[in-house]
């Protein structure tokens, strides 16, 4: 049996950032993955904004359904962004498209 283990990434807590919805549920992701959203990043980087101290959003305006799809597509993006391989499909549910739309706007991604 041979090991073909993958190198894996090391992060610390400083890396990921928490995202709340406005119904509570939270989604811990990847701080290179979150700033992809120009909001999420502005927010993150200014000393202004108590969310940069905390490494936390509150969302009061964005449901955890759209959440998750928005988290979603900031991985797709961080993941597929300058990639050499086939990038797959991005599939949105059409019932979801026009939220998503305008929240995408907010965020700016």
Do not use: W
Not at 17 to 39: H, P, Y
Request: charged share 20%; proline share 4%; aromatic share 10%.
């Amino acid at each position: 049996m041979s090991n073909t283990s993958k190198k894996k990434e090391k992060y610390s807590p400083a890396d990921y950032v928490k995202l709340i919805s406005s119904d509570g549920f939270e989604f811990i992701i990847l701080r290179n993955a979150a700033i992809i959203s120009g909001t999420i990043r502005n927010m993150l980087s200014s000393g202004q904004f108590i969310e940069s101290k905390l490494n936390q959003i509150h969302f009061r305006d964005i449901n955890a359904v759209l959440l998750e799809k928005v988290c979603q597509y900031l991985y797709y993006k961080h993941r597929y962004t300058n990639s050499t391989t086939e990038i797959p499909p991005h599939n949105i549910d059409p019932a979801l498209a026009l939220e998503l739309v305008v929240v995408a706007d907010f965020l700016d991604c």
